[in-house]
C-alpha cells in the first residue's frame, strides 16, 4: 500500500516539488544569515557576550576551587579557615552563576526572536515586490514554507545556538589551557581520541545537510498539497473523491514522515558516539590517572579536578555536535531562504522612470510581442489605439490574448519587443507604483481578505473615510445588501468572504476598485458570475462612473459590451477586427460570428 501511495505521490505531484540545493557548506553562507544580528550588536548581542563570559568564568573556575584548593591545601592541610573561605567563594560564584543564567537566557530568546521577526519581514516585503512569472512556477504552499517553516527551524539557532557555540568555544579553550598546566601528559592521553572522533563526526556531516534539505522540501510538498486541498474541497466533495483525496494525502505524509526519521536517526547518532568517546576518555583517566598518583606526578586534588574538567570538556562537545546539525539546519533552510531573496523581480523601473501621477487613459499599443514562456507567443505584432475615457471591450476566444493585454497594461508582465505609451510616455518611463496606482482591475474571481466590509472596500484607498467608503458602495449598488448584514458595514467576512453570495463578492469589489478612483479600469470577465438582475445593477452604476474615465473590458457575454466605444477582437494574440457594435456587425466577420454563435446558444437553452 505505501509502495503504491509513493507511486501516486511521484505520478501526481514530484513534478512541482523544489529541487534539492546541493551545495557544500560553507560559512560565507552562513556569515550571510548572522548579518541580520548586526541591528543587535550595541544591545542584546554584547550583553549575551558577557553573561556567556561570566558564566563560563565561573564553570571554569569551579573545578580548581575544589580539587586543587579546597583537597590538596584546605582539607590536606587540614586549614578550615581557608576550607570556610573557599565554601563561601564557591557558593557565590554559583549564585552569579545562576543570575548570569537567567540573563543570558532572558537576552537571548529576544535576541533570536527579534532576529527571526525581523528575516520573515524581509523576506515577506521581497516576496511582495516580485513579479509575476516568479508565482507562476511556484506553488502557494512551497512560498508559504520559506517565510513560514524554515524561518521557524532557524529559531533554535539564533535564541540558543549562536551563544551556545561561543560559550563552548570559550569552555573547551579554557578547560584544555588549564588542563595543560595541571598535567600535560595527562591531558595528551586523554586527548588522543580526539581526532578519531573528529574524522568520523566530519564523514556525517554532508549526509545530514541533504537530509535536512529532503525534509524541507517534503514539507513544501505537503503544504502545497493542503493548500489546493482546502481550497478545492468542495470539487472534492462534488465529485466524490474524498478516499483518492486521502490516499494520496496519506503518500505524502508518509513521505514527510519518513524524511524526518531519517534526518533525525543521523542526527542522533552524533550524540551516543560522543557519549562513547566519553567514556574512553574517562577510563584513560582513571588507568593513566591512578599510575601518575603512584608515582606522585599529580596529587588527588588534580585528579578530581581532571575528573571535573574531563566531564565539563564532553558536554561542549556533545553541544558543539548539536549546534552543528543546528547550523546544517540553517544551512538548508537560509539556501532557501536566500534563493528566494536573491530571486529579482523581472519588472522593475527603469534608470529614466519617473513618477507620473495624473494619468488622463490614453493607452497606444504599438506594434507589441509577448510571450510567457519565451517559446509561444501570446501576442503577435499587436496595435491599437484607446483614447482618453473610452471604454474598449476586448472579445476572442479563451487563449486569443484579451488577458494578456491587461497583463500588459499594468506591468504585471514586460513585453518581448514593440512599445506600450501611456499617455505618450513609454509605460517603461513611468514608475511601476505610480502607474498601478492609477490602474484598477476587477477580476472574474474576486478575491475577499478576513475583515470587515469596511475594510475590504477601503484596501485600494485607506485613508478613505467611511462616508466615502459608502459613497462607492451605493455607486454600485452593494449598500442594499450590506445593510441586511448584521453588522453592517462592520460585519466580519470570513476567509475569502466565503459569507457572502458571488454577486455580493463582486459587487464589493466593484465598490473597491470604484473608491481607488483610477484612471483605468480593467474589468476583466467581471459580470461573468453575476446574475442578470445583479448586472443591470452595475451596468447602470458603471454609465456614470465609466464617464471621462478609460475603460477596459474583457468578456465574453457580449450582451454586456454592445454600447462599448471600441472593440477589439483578437484570435491566438492578434488583432484582427476592430471597431463598434454596429459596425463589427455590418462587415460579418469574426465578431458577428461570434455573436450569432451566443445567440444561438443563449436561445436553446
Known amino acids: 500500500m505505501k509502495k503504491e501511495q509513493s507511486n501516486i505521490v511521484q505520478n501526481r505531484f514530484y513534478y512541482k516539488m523544489d529541487e534539492v540545493i546541493d551545495k557544500s557548506f560553507n560559512w560565507k553562507q552562513m556569515m550571510r544569515l548572522f548579518s541580520y544580528l548586526k541591528p543587535y550588536n550595541k544591545n542584546l548581542l554584547p550583553l549575551s557576550f558577557l553573561t556567556v563570559i561570566i558564566t563560563t568564568a565561573v564553570r571554569l573556575a569551579i573545578p580548581i576551587l575544589i580539587g586543587v584548593y579546597t583537597l590538596d591545601h584546605a582539607i590536606a592541610k587540614q586549614d578550615f579557615n581557608l576550607l570556610t573561605k573557599l565554601v563561601v567563594l564557591i557558593f557565590s560564584l554559583y549564585i552569579v552563576s545562576y543570575i548570569a543564567n537567567r540573563f543570558r537566557i532572558r537576552w537571548m530568546n529576544m535576541l533570536g526572536q527579534n532576529v527571526i521577526y525581523d528575516l520573515r519581514k524581509h523576506l515577506f516585503t521581497h516576496v511582495q515586490k516580485l513579479s509575476h512569472r516568479f508565482f507562476d512556477s511556484r506553488s502557494a504552499g512551497s512560498i508559504l514554507v520559506r517565510i513560514m517553516n524554515d524561518i521557524n527551524s532557524l529559531q533554535e539557532l539564533f535564541t540558543s545556538g549562536v551563544i551556545n557555540l561561543l560559550m563552548d568555544l570559550l569552555l573547551l579553550i579554557g578547560i584544555v589551557t588549564i588542563l595543560f598546566s595541571l598535567s600535560p601528559p595527562l591531558t595528551i592521553a586523554i586527548m588522543i581520541i580526539l581526532p578519531i572522533m573528529f574524522f568520523i563526526s566530519t564523514s556525517l556531516r554532508k549526509n545530514i545537510r541533504k537530509s535536512w534539505q529532503t525534509v524541507r522540501m517534503k514539507q513544501s510538498v505537503l503544504n502545497s498539497h493542503l493548500n489546493e486541498s482546502i481550497q478545492g474541497i468542495r470539487v472534492t466533495q462534488a465529485f466524490a473523491q474524498e478516499k483518492e483525496n486521502v490516499t494520496f494525502f496519506d503518500g505524502i505524509n508518509q513521505e514527510n514522515f519518513m524524511s524526518w526519521k531519517h534526518a533525525s536517526q543521523k542526527n542522533a547518532m552524533f550524540r551516543p558516539f560522543v557519549e562513547m568517546t566519553n567514556a574512553i576518555g574517562t577510563v ?266 478609460t475603460a477596459i473590458m474583457i468578456a465574453h457575454r457580449l450582451s454586456t459590451i454592445r454600447e462599448a466605444d471600441q472593440i477589439i477582437v483578437l484570435d491566438h494574440g492578434q488583432v484582427i477586427e476592430q471597431g463598434n457594435h454596429e459596425q463589427l456587425m455590418r462587415i460579418k466577420g469574426q465578431y458577428y460570428r461570434l455573436v450569432q454563435s451566443q445567440f444561438l446558444t443563449n436561445n436553446e437553452s
Open 284 to 549: 584513560i583517566l582513571i588507568i593513566f590517572g591512578a599510575i601518575l598518583i603512584q608515582q606522585q606526578d599529580v596529587t588527588i586534588g588534580i585528579f578530581v579536578s581532571f575528573a571535573f574538567y574531563l566531564g565539563m570538556f564532553w558536554e561542549p562537545i556533545s553541544r558543539l555536535g548539536q549546534v552543528y546539525n543546528q547550523l546544517l539546519m540553517g544551512m538548508a533552510s537560509s539556501e532557501r531562504i536566500f534563493e528566494f531573496i536573491d530571486e529579482q523581480p523581472n519588472v522593475v523601473n527603469s534608470a529614466t522612470a519617473k513618477d507620473v501621477h495624473e494619468l488622463k487613459g490614453k493607452i497606444e499599443f504599438d506594434h507589441v510581442v509577448f510571450s510567457y514562456d519565451g517559446k509561444r507567443p501570446a501576442l503577435s505584432d499587436v496595435s491599437f489605439t484607446i483614447d482618453e475615457g473610452q471604454t474598449v471591450a476586448l472579445v476572442g476566444h479563451t487563449g486569443s490574448g484579451k488577458t494578456s493585454i491587461a497583463n500588459l497594461i499594468t506591468r504585471f508582465y514586460d513585453i518581448d519587443s514593440g512599445k506600450i505609451k501611456m499617455d505618450d510616455y513609454d509605460s517603461k518611463d513611468i514608475t511601476i507604483e505610480s502607474l498601478r496606482s492609477q490602474i484598477s482591475i476587477v477580476l472574474q474571481d474576486t478575491f475577499i481578505f478576513s475583515g470587515t466590509i469596511m475594510e475590504n472596500i477601503r484596501f485600494g484607498r485607506p485613508d478613505a473615510t467611511d462616508e466615502e467608503v459608502i459613497t462607492a458602495a451605493k455607486a454600485v449598488g452593494a449598500h442594499g445588501f450590506i445593510q441586511t448584514l448584521k453588522g453592517g458595514y462592520d460585519t466580519e467576512v470570513e476567509e475569502r468572504g466565503n459569507i457572502l453570495s458571488v454577486g455580493e463578492r463582486q459587487l464589493l469589489s466593484f465598490a473597491r476598485t470604484l473608491l481607488a478612483n483610477p484612471a483605468i479600469i480593467i474589468l476583466d470577465e467581471a459580470t461573468a458570475s453575476i446574475d442578470t438582475e445583479t448586472e443591470m445593477i452595475i451596468q447602470r452604476a458603471l454609465k456614470k462612473l465609466l464617464k471621462n474615465r
